[in-house]
């Protein structure tokens, strides 16, 4: 069985405690690593190391194109070692093989992506009154704190981690420590790739041994934090003690709308694919799935029978297109949530434990794809996240009451819509408050393009060009062009 070490100064070290974590397969409940389970101790020391890198050893000061070369450098490392991290990220999520090779490939565009936009990182010149000039400067935050869920172990780590390098911070990441895997086997290729000793840290443990010491601590200018809207309003009350910078990407309720002149055959698989994609563990599921009169019924009979032919499995089966929930916790979440759709809705499929799962499966987290519908949307239900593989169908008639149900929860971290109408598909989209609508489809998140909440769903943005000014403080620089004296006290 591996056993990993937290990555921290350069050096690979235990937790001072000694003590580790147990992380285990969910396809089969077996140990397959162990992980240091660290403490504040572990992330003092972290901390101090990113400091020294940021404020002495000269990293914000490398010239950009350095960065950026060693951005592509890693980029490569997460190419020729795709196999290896998507194997290593299933058996530790999940999720299915296929949707782990994009989650790594998309590991690797994010380095290329943030390594080109490293040397294009710029401040404007600004018009400003009398005989002045005014510029701005950006430049890096300082000493970034990253603390990722386990929904997409290595995306959700390197989406912060890319754009981080690239504008010069240096960082102290923690993951989730049910999902370390792929998370500490990159790290070795970050090493290798030529990142300067305390640059980037990475510190295992637990949410209260590690996260919390890591937001409370003075030594770090700014949290990025993606998870539940729990764990981030704590974080954000902490963070607020030392005035650190935040930015939360936290759950959603999403809703994905049909209108009765969708394409049908892409509105079936559209709706599958945008709540029971990595098993309904996604922070924008399309679990509210609201349907226009004329054809809710026939969407949802024909979505049932699409359902019944989802194969569940371990991820690593090549015929596996749903896996396994991450943890007993999310397991009996899941099914405690599915107990309840009984009681508030009507079940069209699913609802329990599936049959038939091959016999080293049996004791694994699975859960059946499940579509309750007529569902109120004051149900709690189409209220709460339930983060499984958990659909919530919902009917409409007209396109304001689409918007109106749409709208009508704390969330806003995105939406859907389907139509063949280029006009009602615009209206819906200014109508609906989410920070991201897609049409015709659900649940692409290119790196080149903004990811983030509205609402109750956090604040800031990962990828694009605004991941980046995440990282990145505005300096005004003022300049007198004028040579006499200002003349107040004459
Ligand atoms: P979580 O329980 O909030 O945990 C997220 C991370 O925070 C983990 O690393 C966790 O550590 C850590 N943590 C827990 N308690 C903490 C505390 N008191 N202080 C500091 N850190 C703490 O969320 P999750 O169950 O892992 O992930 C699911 C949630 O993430 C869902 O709500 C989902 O919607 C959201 N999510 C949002 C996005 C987005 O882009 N908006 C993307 C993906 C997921 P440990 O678990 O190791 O203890």
């Known amino acids: 069985m591996q056993v990993y070490k937290n990555y921290i100064d350069g050096e690979w070290a235990d937790a001072a405690s000694g003590k ?70 299933t058996t530790n999520n999940g999720k299915p093989l296929a949707e ?16 080109g936009l490293a040397t294009k990182i710029h401040g404007d010149v600004l018009t400003v009154p009398d005989n002045a000039m005014a510029l701005t400067l950006k430049e890096p935050v300082g000493v970034a704190g990253q603390i990722v869920p386990w929904n997409y172990p290595l995306m959700m780590a390197m989406q912060k981690v890319a754009p981080a390098l690239a504008a010069g911070c240096a960082c102290v990441l923690k993951p989730a420590s049910q999902t370390p895997l792929s998370v500490m086997e ?18 295992n443990g637990t949410g209260g041994n590690v996260g919390m010491p890591l937001v409370a601590h003075p030594g770090v200018d700014k949290i990025a934090f993606t998870g539940s809207s729990e ?28 209108f009765a002149d969708a394409d049908f055959e892409q509105a079936i698989e559209g709706a599958l694919f945008g709540v029971f994609l ?42 596996t297109k749903m896996g396994p929930l991450v943890s007993q916790d999310q397991y009996d979440k899941v099914l405690s949530y ?35 519908y007529d569902v109120d949307n004051r149900a709690r239900i189409a209220r709460e996240e339930i983060f499984g593989p958990v659909m919530s169908v919902i009917p409409f008639d007209k396109e304001e009451d689409a ?27 200014r109508n609906l408050r989410a920070g991201i609508v897609w049409v015709n489809h659900m649940q692409p998140a290119p790196v080149e393009a903004p990811w983030g909440g509205y609402k109750q769903s956090g604040f800031g943005r990962e990828l694009g060009p605004h991941g980046l000014d995440e990282y990145l403080e505005v300096k005004h620089v003022y300049i007198n062009l004028d040579d006499r004296p200002i003349g107040w006290y004459k």
């Open 403 to 429: 918007c109106r149900i749409a709208n009508d929860t704390p969330f806003g971290l995105a939406a859907a819509v389907w139509t063949r109408d280029i006009f009602k598909a615009l209206r819906t989209v």
């Open 20 to 89: 580790t974590l147990d992380v285990i397969n969910p396809a089969t409940r077996e140990v397959i690593a162990r992980v240091p389970d660290s403490g504040p101790a572990d992330v003092d020391r972290a901390v101090k190391a990113a400091r020294r890198a940021f404020d002495q050893d000269g990293w914000p000061q490398t010239p950009a194109r350095d960065r950026g070369r060693i951005l592509f450098r890693i980029a490569e490392y997460i190419r020729r070692t795709a196999g290896r991290l998507a194997e290593i990220e």
């Open 186 to 203: 990159l790290t070795k290729g970050i090493e290798e790739c030529g990142v300067p000793r305390g640059v980037f840290n990475v510190v």
């Open 338 to 372: 599915i107990e309840i759709g009984k009681k508030e809705a009507k079940l069209a499929v699913g609802g329990g434990r599936p049959k038939d799962l091959p016999k080293e499966n049996e004791r694994g987290f699975f859960v059946e794809p499940t579509i309750f």
């Open 100 to 115: 782990a090779q994009g989650d790594v490939s998309d590991a690797g565009n994010c380095f290329e992506y943030y390594g």
């Open 231 to 258: 764990v981030g309003r704590l974080i954000m009350r902490e963070a607020s003690a030392t005035v650190k910078r935040v930015s939360l990407e936290l759950g959603g309720k999403s809703p994905n709308i049909f």
């Open 278 to 319: 990595n098993q309904g563990e996604v922070c924008s599921a399309g679990s509210r799935v609201l349907v226009q009169e004329p054809i809710y019924r026939k969407l949802l009979d024909a979505m049932v029978e699409k359902t019944k032919e989802i194969k569940i499995g371990p991820g690593l089966a090549p015929d």
